[in-house]
């Protein structure tokens, strides 16, 4: 059975197009990423599967229920994270499970196998109100309000926005440990480092699905040349690089990424001879490892 | 039943971890019905008058005394030039300007008819109005002595008079607070409950709280119920504070019966709440709702019939008031305290208040969704 289906899902704000006949399916088990910048319509694609926002046209299925028709079923079976903490900011951290365990007719008890893990990290706050934690532990709190009913689907909004790197990645191992219990996760990131540790991801843009695939398979089919440059003056090489015919390039980390477009070949000392009749010193160059990074800014632009 | 109970263990435990709200729900009552009826009283004293006799007989001596010796004046100047006195009515020391003109005395007695004139300070309408009233009250009681004693010396009969003698029911002493304190518990029970009510269920909004809380399996009458319930508690608890401090404070005993009070102040509250609950679905920010909620509260007591009698406004403005549950409530608050009213008096009120109630819930349910 498919955790969520959606199909042709289309969702218009006064007017303005927010969603765009948007389908995609995400299989039991499966983590799947929703990765795309601000504004490219995932929460609306989120408050749609929650049964939060009505589809303006076309359908979609969460574990089989239909997301207008059933919504009580969905709402008692799915967990959500929203992307801007939601909890009780005045309640304790015990209090805030407590409250969310007995709403879904469940105790903290039955469920705690599910967020035993992150719950040891929070169980010396437990007294604390839920406003006064930090970043990361309100994640990990809003994380174990959306589990305690061990839902079938979760669904995270940009669940790692704010957090530090650190919490980041031990919620990304979280995820992968709840993946194993069977849970399908819906999730949404603005960033691409966390887009390679999805099964799946979809990749929007202006309420519009570009592709839909595996990271390794994006990788592998990236396609282009692609150079890694570094240089003295680094605003002057970003600058210079604009110029160099049929590529494209951007900063990425030190370096910058020069990716050639597709039918043309170049030579690494092309390039170099570029940079130094236009006066650039200390020019590094190299072939540069392809990351699900640059599959984005390739398929963005 | 079950949510319920969480919601409502949730909700009052919210409640009382916020002191301030706690301070506010359970002071703000008292400290004003404490302070102000004192303070918001009718009563006009301390009328400031500039004489100005042009006479100086014993008659116009007798009717000084008289005005200086009654509660309600203060004698800031005497003069004998009109246009003195008028100063001091534009400098703001006289409120009112008697003026006794020359010859008071031998006019009156020779042509047995005599006039005075006043001028009044009109800037202050209600000082303007009773100072006047009562600066008349003083000379009528002056004019009737006078009649006596000339026609005692004249050996004429003593014309016939009627005088009007009254007395006050329900407030014997005409005792200005305990008409104010009744209105004023109405006032508060119904800030309570409308502020709480529609700020409590805006914050949610605002926080995010209502996007986790709508994909539960919470049903929207749990969740409004869950609300309702801890205001309703709170507004009769302020209530009963209310009735507390005017009986030890002001004596005001309710003369009617407790039971129906308490019935009233229920459905009442209930209609106040579903109006907080109206505000609160048509606001997204606690900004908006407070100000919708002081705008609607600002026309619910001047137009409420505390301050001003609503016999005494304009046919449109009466009309008006009718759609004014405050109005009802202070109506009925003084009927029960002061007057002793039984169900059948206020039965009609009731009626209309459970209207009120059934109708601005029924709204709000409507207009509050789970899903946009």
């Known amino acids: 059975m498919k955790a969520v289906i959606a199909e042709n899902i289309s969702k218009q704000y006064n007017g303005k197009p927010a969603v765009e006949k948007v389908s995609f399916e995400v299989d039991e088990g499966e983590i799947f990423g929703l990765i795309g910048p601000d504004g490219a319509g995932k929460t609306s694609i989120f408050r749609i599967l929650t049964t939060l926002l009505l589809p303006d046209g076309g359908s979609a299925q969460v574990h089989h229920w239909d997301v207008v028709k059933d919504w009580r079923a969905i709402r008692n079976a799915v967990g959500y994270m929203p992307g801007k903490f939601s909890l009780y900011q005045d309640l304790t951290v015990e209090e805030n499970l407590h409250f969310f365990a007995t709403v879904f007719n469940t105790s903290i008890q039955e469920n705690y196998h599910l967020i035993e893990e992150i719950y040891v990290q929070l169980e010396p706050f437990k007294n604390r109100r839920a406003g006064k934690l930090s970043g990361g532990m309100k994640q990990k709190l809003a994380l174990c309000c959306a589990l305690i009913h061990k839902p079938k689907v979760l669904f995270l909004d940009e669940p790692t926005t704010g957090v530090d790197p650190v919490s980041r990645r031990e919620f990304w191992e979280m995820l992968k440990k709840l993946k194993q219990q069977n849970i399908s996760i819906v999730v949404s990131t603005p960033y691409m480092d966390e887009a390679s540790m999805c099964d799946r991801i979809a990749s929007i843009q202006s309420g519009s699905i570009l592709s839909i695939d ?8 990236y396609g282009n040349q692609l150079f890694k440059v570094k240089a003295n003056d680094r605003y002057r090489l970003l600058e210079v690089l604009k110029s160099v015919p049929s590529t494209k390039s951007y900063a990425f980390g030190e370096y910058a990424h020069i990716s050639v477009e597709k039918g043309h070949q170049m030579e690494a000392s092309e390039i170099r001879q570029h940079l130094h009749q236009n006066g650039l010193t200390g020019v590094e160059i190299g072939d540069a490892e392809v990351t699900i990074e640059d599959c984005f800014i390739n398929l963005l632009h | 039943m079950r949510t319920i109970k969480f919601l409502l263990y949730k909700e009052f435990k919210q409640i009382f971890r916020n002191r301030s709200i706690v301070a506010l729900i359970l002071f703000m009552p008292v400290m004003q019905l404490l302070i102000l009826p004192w303070a918001a009283d009718y009563e006009v004293k301390n009328i400031n008058v500039a004489l100005v006799d042009q006479d100086h007989s014993t008659y116009a001596q ?14 800031v100047s005497s003069t004998s030039s009109y246009d003195e006195a008028y100063r ?11 003026l006794i003109p020359p010859n008071f005395k031998r006019d009156l007695v020779k042509n047995k008819a005599q006039k005075l004139f006043l001028a009044v300070n009109a800037i202050n309408g209600t000082k303007a109005n009773l100072g006047a009233a009562y600066m008349q009250e003083v000379i009528k009681e002056y004019n009737g002595k006078l009649l006596t004693e000339i026609h005692s010396v004249g050996r004429n009969p003593i014309p016939h008079r009627a005088e009007v003698t009254f007395s006050n029911w329900y407030n ?16 508060l029970v119904t800030m309570v409950g409308g502020f709480l009510s529609a700020l409590n269920i805006v914050k949610e909004k605002e926080v995010g709280t209502i996007e986790q809380v709508n994909v539960t399996p919470i049903k929207k009458h749990h969740f409004i119920l869950g609300k309702m319930i801890p205001f309703w508690v709170l507004g009769n608890v302020v209530f009963t504070l209310g009735l507390i401090v005017s009986w030890v404070i002001y004596g005001i005993v309710p003369v009617g019966s407790l039971l129906l009070l308490y019935s009233f102040i ?21 900004q908006q709702a407070m100000f919708v909620m002081y705008f609607f509260m600002m026309v619910f007591i001047l137009m409420g019939g505390l301050f001003t009698p609503i016999e005494s406004m304009p046919e449109w403005a009466q009309e008006t008031i009718k759609i004014n549950p405050l ?33 601005l819930n029924g709204w709000a349910m409507l207009n509050y969704k789970k899903t946009s």
Request: hydrophobic share 50%; no cysteine.
């Open chain 2, 327 to 359: 109005s009802y409530l202070i109506k009925v608050l003084r009927m029960i305290v002061l007057k002793g009213s039984t169900f059948s008096d206020i039965a009609p009120h009731l009626g209309t208040i459970a209207l009120f109630a059934i109708g």
């Open chain 2, 62 to 75: 007798e009717l000084i005394s008289k005005i200086s010796g009654s509660n309600y004046f203060n004698i």
């Open chain 2, 266 to 286: 229920a459905v009442y509250l209930l209609a106040v709440l579903g109006f907080g609950l109206l505000i609160s679905t048509y606001s997204e920010t606690q």
């Open chain 2, 88 to 98: 001091s009515i534009e400098s703001d020391a006289a409120d009112l300007v008697l």
């Open chain 1, 214 to 221: 595996t990271p390794q398979y994006l990788v592998k089919n």
């Open chain 2, 172 to 187: 014997p002493h005409l005792s200005y607070k305990v008409f104010m304190v009744p209105g004023i518990l109405a006032i």
